[in-house]
């Protein structure tokens, strides 16, 4: 597997492409397009797998799958702006997910949420967190927020939609919990395909095809955000653009909630991408 691993990520930036394409390809023939959904969150990464799934279907003459964007609460409005002007552009079914039984109890961030106030579904949910206080505080970003308000979101979306295969934009380097996932991987909670197009790239690789191919990008990478999380825990890595930083030798995700970092294997054992 590291062998492989290595060799796919040493390829040139078209055949990683390709790659791509063909993973997109097997699973549009598996599952169709009303059964395959793509995660799209207006960052870089999956508008890039956004990108790819419209060529691939494009040269195929396969209908594009719908869009599936998690609003936990705490979205930036760049990244508001761009999903509009990319839903627009390219003409995209998308299906914002999100979980309004948790987020309905709070008027702002920090706002604590009563666990006997949520249905049973989401008391259900708290409950596999071993989380036994009476009340929580309305923060996306925290452990039991954002099983919540991303993976519990998620996962009524796949149930209510009755999607068979979710394809999502993560890398191979982006984060080590994510080092040994393959490009089809089950998942059994909701029972799912994850579909992981992009393994195989780079940071540097993403924004060689954003630049080559002129692909729109949120405008916050320009200030200097490198990755994107939820706005009230999200900082800038530095005042130059994300793509003249130093990514080879510097952390990508640096700038995100550091809680969550340190949490994510079980975040991912619970479901999250």
Known sequence: MQND????MGLS?????GHSKKIIKEA???????KLAIAWTGGKDSTTLTWLFRETCRETGARMPRCMFIDEGDVFDEIWDIFEKIKKEW????????????????????????????NKRNRDEIAKLEYEEEEFPFAPESFIGNHLMKTVAMNMFLEDNKIEALSTAIRWDEQTARVAETFFSPRETPPHIRVQGILHFKERDIWDIIHKYKLPFCELYKQGYRSLGARSTTHKNSDIPAWEQDLENTTERAGRGQGKEEVMDKLRSLGYM
């Open 13 to 17: 930036l078209e055949e990683k492409i």
């Open 91 to 118: 003409k995209l079914d998308v299906v914002i997910a999100k979980n309004t039984d948790v987020s309905d109890k709070a008027e702002k961030l920090g706002d604590m949420i009563k666990v006997s106030s949520l």
């Open 28 to 34: 549009l023939d598996r599952f169709g397009s009303d």
């Open 5 to 8: 691993t290595e060799k796919l």
